[in-house]
C-alpha cells in the first residue's frame, strides 16, 4: 500500500540492502529514516494479545518479520525458494503450515504463495506450464478453504487473494 517515493523501490531488479540483517528496521531509500508500517507490528502495536503468524518463501517478506521487527510475529515461518520446483514445494509446506495453525488461535495469518509468480519468470507469463502453475495454486488455496470448512472457520474468515504482478 505504498508508492516507490515511500518504499525506494522503482522496478523489479531492486534488491533490499537490508535482507537478512537482522534487527535492522526497514527504512526508505528516500532518506527517511522511519521503519515502513508493517501489518504485523501495527497489529501487534495496537492489541499485543492479537497473535500473528506468516509463512512465505518470498526473501523480501523477511523484512516484516521478526528479522527485521522482533516480536511481530508470533509464528514465523520462511522456506527458501530458489527455483520453481522449489518454490512449488515451498508452497505446500506453506499450506500445510497454514492449516496446522487453525488450531493455535490466529487472529491474523499472512500465507504467502511464491511458485506461480516464479513460474512466470521463469517459464513465460501465459504459457502452458505457466497455466499449469496457476491451476496447482488454486488447488492449494481450496486445500485452505475445505479446512476453515471442515474446522467450522470459513464463515468467521475473512480471506484476502491478491496476485503479485501480470506479465512483465
Not at 88 to 99: L, N, R, Y
Request: charged fraction near 20%; proline fraction near 4%; charge should be negative.
Amino acid at each position: 500500500g505504498m508508492d516507490s517515493e515511500m518504499t525506494g523501490i522503482f522496478n523489479n531488479d531492486w534488491r533490499a540492502p537490508w535482507l537478512f540483517k537482522e534487527g535492522n528496521p526497514i527504512t526508505s531509500l528516500t532518506g527517511n529514516d522511519d521503519p515502513l508500517p508493517c501489518i504485523f507490528n501495527t497489529i501487534k502495536t495496537q492489541n499485543p494479545k492479537l497473535k500473528t503468524g506468516a509463512a512465505y518463501d518470498w526473501d523480501w517478506f523477511i523484512n516484516l518479520s521478526n528479522s527485521s521487527i522482533p516480536g511481530s510475529l508470533d509464528y514465523d515461518f520462511f522456506c527458501n525458494g530458489t527455483t520453481t520446483e522449489a518454490y512449488a514445494a515451498c508452497d505446500q509446506k506453506h499450506v500445510k503450515k497454514t492449516i496446522e495453525s487453525f488450531d493455535k488461535g490466529f487472529d491474523y495469518f499472512f500465507l504467502y504463495l511464491g511458485h506461480v509468480d516464479e513460474a512466470g519468470h521463469t517459464t513465460n507469463f501465459c504459457s502452458d506450464g505457466y497455466i499449469q502453475h496457476i491451476t496447482d495454486t488454486v488447488d492449494l488455496i481450496e486445500d485452505v478453504f475445505n479446512a476453515l470448512k471442515q474446522k467450522k472457520m470459513f464463515d468467521d474468515t475473512n480471506i484476502i487473494i491478491t496476485t503479485d504482478h501480470g506479465a512483465s
